[in-house]
């Protein structure tokens, strides 16, 4: 069966810090790949997606990259954080695009 | 542009029957996705819907009308634990996933 590993499951970073995120998925070959972002109480805002490794799609400009240096693994990154950074975290992969989407746990970020 | 509209927020009593709306406005259709999100953890797959008609899986029904562009969830027997968010979310033709912001269920005793 697949599974789908995000950490670290909490982070609290200063203003001005660089972030990385790691997911990775297990048990499936070439995913489709999501980081989203949750504000609290919110919906969820698509962040990068990835068909295959070195794919990125970026959905909103922002001061977040991401990368997929191996098939089965996606990283979200940030050089310096922003107050507004904060939020839930939360990596996904499908098969294909038109199959459901299944979520790891989430980071929850906080930027003081 | 494209959106989701779903109620933001509903109460029903325990052993009820609750429908839980969700209509859309997007380019295209292939697909309708119902999740649910328990707060503080990751939204969890619930039911696909491409064509007209019920989906039934034990408790939860899913309904779709492409030509309305209109959805909704159906959640009978509730207990205590399927208070949750509800997400919508559909698939618009260049396959890319349109959510809705989501329905706060309350479930009261």
């Known amino acids: 069966s697949q599974t789908i590993h995000q950490w670290p499951a909490t982070l609290v970073q200063p203003v001005g810090s660089p972030l990385s995120l790691e997911c990775t998925v297990e048990g499936t070959s070439n995913p489709n790949l999501y980081w989203y972002r949750q504000a609290a109480g919110r919906g969820l805002q698509l962040l990068f997606y990835s068909v295959g490794i070195g794919q990125i799609s970026s959905e909103v400009p922002q001061n977040l990259s991401a990368s997929r240096p191996q098939d089965r693994q996606f990283i979200l990154s940030s050089k310096k954080l922003l107050l507004s950074d904060s939020g839930f975290y939360l990596c996904a992969w499908s098969v294909n695009p038109q199959n459901e989407q299944f979520f790891g746990p989430g980071t929850r970020l906080t930027v003081l | ?109």
């Open chain 2, 1 to 109: 542009g494209q959106n989701i509209d779903q109620p933001t927020e509903m109460t029903a009593t325990e052993g009820a029957i609750v429908q839980i709306n969700c209509t859309y406005q997007t380019s295209g259709f292939n697909g309708l996705f119902w999740y649910q999100q328990h707060a503080g953890e990751a939204p969890t797959f619930l039911s696909y819907n491409v064509l007209d008609g019920l989906e039934e899986k034990g408790r939860f029904s899913s309904f779709l009308s492409r030509s309305k562009g209109y959805s909704y969830l159906l959640l009978k027997e509730l207990q205590m634990k399927d208070s949750a968010s509800y997400l919508c979310a559909v698939i618009n033709s260049n396959y890319q996933l349109i959510w809705g912001a989501g329905t706060k269920l309350i479930i009261k005793p």
